[in-house]
């Protein structure tokens, strides 16, 4: 069903074509000019942009939606309570150890990664995950399916469909200022890829500025099928 979510994203997406230009009439000593002028301010903001960085890592670590243990992970998973965006699991972990609850993942379609200790720990910090960590979603997911026959259900009237496929999106404040123009603009759904892009996390969340709570959002196996 998802991968044929995917197909008919393509094939709304085929009706509508957009086109932008863009052009830049400064000439070279003009920005010579500009770039002179604002060396000394950068010299200046350097040792605070350091710390800036430093703190937005640690957001975008956004371990306050993170749940931690093999035993902790799977009891989410059983009661269903709460959205889980992906399942982190160690290269070196023992599998069979592990089955029932690749198992449920595999059976609620949460995608599991396998990641070597380093990137593991370096996004953990301290906590004692042991091999296992799940990313708790901060908003749900609309279901593929029916959001696209929503989107089709308006082919044809006053309100045309308008939906947006983002892929390979991996900056969480990038996606979520693509969210909260995507509400300005009048988009009727997202569809996100599930691998190697961003989720509904709560730095998205926070960035969106409250445009997940009108834009629909759903996940697909991949956008270009």
């Not at 008919?8 to 830049?24: F, I, K, P, Q, Y």
């Not at 640690?58 to 059983?78: F, K």
């Not at 969480?172 to 200022?177: A, I």
Request: hydrophobic fraction near 40%; glycine fraction near 6%; proline fraction near 4%.
């Amino acid at each position: 069903m998802v991968h044929d979510a995917g197909d008919a994203v393509e094939r709304l997406a085929s009706r509508t074509a957009w086109e932008a230009d863009c052009g830049n009439d400064d000439d070279e000593e003009q920005r010579s000019s500009i770039h002179t002028l604002l060396a000394p301010a950068v010299l200046l903001q350097s040792k605070p942009m350091t710390s800036n960085r430093r703190k937005r890592a640690a957001d975008d670590a956004d371990l306050t939606n993170t749940i931690y243990g093999p035993n902790a992970v799977l009891e989410a998973l059983r009661a269903g309570r709460r959205q889980i965006e992906t399942i982190t699991i160690l290269e070196s972990a023992r599998m069979e150890r592990l089955k029932p609850l690749i198992d449920l993942a595999r059976e609620k379609g949460v995608p599991v990664h396998r990641v070597p200790r380093l990137d593991l720990d370096r996004t953990l910090g301290d906590v004692r995950h042991q091999g296992v960590a799940a990313r708790i979603a901060a908003a749900r997911y609309a279901d593929a399916d029916r959001l696209l026959d929503q989107l089709e259900s308006r082919l044809g009237t006053d309100d045309p469909p308008l939906a947006l496929g983002l892929d390979g999106i991996e900056d969480p404040r990038n996606m979520g200022s693509i969210l909260r123009t995507a509400e300005c603009a009048g988009v009727h759904g997202v569809f996100i890829a599930e691998r190697r892009a961003v989720g509904l996390t709560s730095v998205v969340a926070k960035v969106a500025a409250g445009a997940l709570e009108y834009v629909p959002v759903a996940r697909v196996t991949n956008l270009v099928r």
